[in-house]
Structures are given as C-alpha cells and as structure tokens.
C-alpha cells in the first residue's frame, strides 16, 4: 500500500510562511506528478502547485509569488513553502501523486489525508 503522509500545517499570522512537507512511502515504483491541493469550507478542493517529475511548476495564479513548490525524488517527498500567507489562504491542504507500484500496473493518483492551514491575527 502506498501512504502520502503531511506535516507542517498550523495557525499562521497574515504574512507569515509556513512549509508544509508530503512523504510517500510504501511499495513504490515511480512518482510522477506531486502536488498540493487546497479545499477551503464551502469551496471546491483546487490545485494550488504542481510539479512534474523533471521539475517543472505549475501554480494557481493567486499563488504564484508566494509559494513554492519543491521535491525530493530520492526521499520520495514534496514540499510547499508558503510565505506572505493571506487570510483567504486559509483551507485544508492536500499532498496528492501520480505513483505507478511497477511497470506492470498502472498509474494511480493518492491523497494525503491532509494538514489544516489557518491564516488569522
């Protein structure tokens, strides 16, 4: 089984930074896509960052100049450092992968089970 396990969420003034961490672990072959997803109360989840497996980003334009996107593929782990952290920044924030376990199966998407982000004075 494949887990994606988070850490580095919590309570954050507006302007502060927080870097939240992802670690896949488990029977796995090769990562593809890693990205962070968000999901704020009442909204839909949406994609905040990506990054592929040769390191190239992708990011929701609200986003853009304050977060950044990082992986490991040796550690099998993807960052996101968030600075200048916005109130409406606040939601729920998900480790997401495209992971095949061997080349004789097929790519599967995982979630983490997420990390609580909150923005407030």
């Known amino acids: 089984q494949v887990q994606l396990v988070e850490s580095g969420g919590g309570l954050v003034q507006p302007g502060g930074s927080l870097r939240l961490s992802c670690a896949a672990s488990g029977r796995i072959g090769s990562i593809y896509d890693m990205g962070w997803y968000r999901q704020a109360p009442g909204k839909q989840r949406e994609l905040v960052a990506l990054i592929n497996s040769d390191g190239r980003t992708n990011y929701e334009d609200s986003v853009e100049d304050r977060f950044a996107i990082s992986r490991d593929n040796a550690k099998n782990t993807v960052s996101l450092q968030m600075n200048s952290l916005k109130p409406e920044d606040t939601a729920v924030y998900y480790c997401?992968?495209?992971?095949?376990?061997?080349?004789?199966?097929?790519?599967?998407?995982?979630w983490g089970q997420g990390t609580q982000v909150t923005v407030s004075s």
């Open positions: 997401n992968a495209d992971i095949r376990l061997s080349l004789t199966e097929s790519r599967r998407n995982y």
